[in-house]
């Protein structure tokens, strides 16, 4: 059982592509559940696939990042994700 004071995250970055549950399964339910329904998830894939952006808008993701398939290229796109996200707290 969930403790009510259990710390929940501002913002989730959730790869599609994870072993036994992929990111859309996760996505699902995490919406599904009531403390964490309203927390923005953005996903991130290397798929630009029209079909894969169109499921997580569907299952309400708040964002869609298409990530680099080079590590670094795709450390940076997380980084600057992440500032920005925090940028953002911080004016709201």
Do not use: C
């Amino acid at each position: 059982m969930e403790h009510p004071d259990t710390l929940i995250p501002d913002v989730v970055l959730l790869d599609i592509n994870m072993p036994k549950m992929n990111g859309f399964e996760v996505l699902a339910a995490l919406k599904q559940h009531p403390r964490l329904q309203t927390i923005p998830v953005v996903m991130l894939s290397t798929s630009p696939n029209s079909e894969d952006v169109t499921q997580a808008y569907t299952l309400h993701a708040s964002g869609y990042l298409i990530k680099s398939v080079r590590f670094q290229t795709s450390l940076k796109q997380v980084e600057t994700f992440i500032d920005f996200w925090l940028k953002q707290r911080t004016i709201h």
